[in-house]
């Protein structure tokens, strides 16, 4: 099927410390969607990239949109303790969505 | 605020026996679907609704079914609950012509 696949899968990092997570499709995407999800908790709509190169930030943030539109990338500056949880990207084609398996970050304090 | 809601966080029953799980939206999104999520196979779509009295099938059907009789309301049927359907549900809604998801809580199913 139309997977998205994303590494890492665990990233532990200490407090203060960047964290790059990275989503990669064999085919050309529509757009790609970024989903958080804390610890016991359920996804939450971060962002939508939809142009080719796109780079959007929000504040600690910064997601972008390959040239190619076949991956993507959400990086987190100067983690915090509040950034704890999975980060999904996800692909969607004719309304229906596929979400990668997840990178989980945990942060040290 | 969107607002999705679901009949149950923890739910425990026992094999053979039916499962309704019931999923509510009240931002009047055309769009409904039901996920199961499962350590190291993240998401996976079972069945998901355009409209009222339509169903499609996901990933992941067999076992489940759907009723979609409202537009508010998406449910999911597990006619024989056995324990590999042990698992978390996650019910989603969107509105037609976007994207964006808007999750429920989540149910916890365990099946003895």
């Known amino acids: 099927g139309q997977q998205v696949m994303q590494i890492p899968q665990y990233q532990h990092v200490q407090e203060g410390e960047d964290f790059t997570t990275y989503c990669n499709s064999s085919t050309t995407l529509s757009n790609i969607q970024w989903y958080k999800q804390r610890p016991g908790g359920h996804p939450v709509f971060l962002i939508q990239?939809?142009?080719?190169?796109e780079v959007k930030k929000q504040k600690r943030l910064t997601f972008q949109f390959g040239e190619a539109k076949k991956n993507s990338s959400l990086h987190i500056t100067a983690t915090q303790t509040t950034d704890v949880g999975t980060y999904f990207c996800v692909r969607t084609n004719a309304g229906k969505s596929t979400f990668g398996d997840g990178t989980t970050l945990t942060v040290k304090p | 605020d969107v607002k999705v809601t679901q009949s149950s966080r923890y739910l425990v029953k026992r094999t053979g026996e039916k499962v309704f799980l019931e999923c509510v939206q009240d931002?009047?999104?055309?769009?409904m679907f039901w996920y199961r999520q499962d350590p190291g196979l993240g998401l996976r779509l079972i069945y998901f609704s355009y409209d009222v009295k339509m169903k499609e099938k996901g990933d992941i059907p067999e076992g489940y079914s759907v009723s979609r009789e409202k537009k508010e309301r998406f449910s999911l049927i597990l006619e024989s609950a056995s324990t590999n359907q042990t698992s978390m549900y996650l019910c989603?809604?969107?509105?037609?012509?976007?994207?964006?998801?808007?999750f429920g809580p989540g149910t916890r199913l365990t099946v003895l």
């Open positions: 989603a809604s969107v509105r037609r012509g976007t994207d964006t998801q808007y």
């Open positions: 990239l939809v142009k080719s190169g």
């Open positions: 931002m009047d999104h055309e769009n």
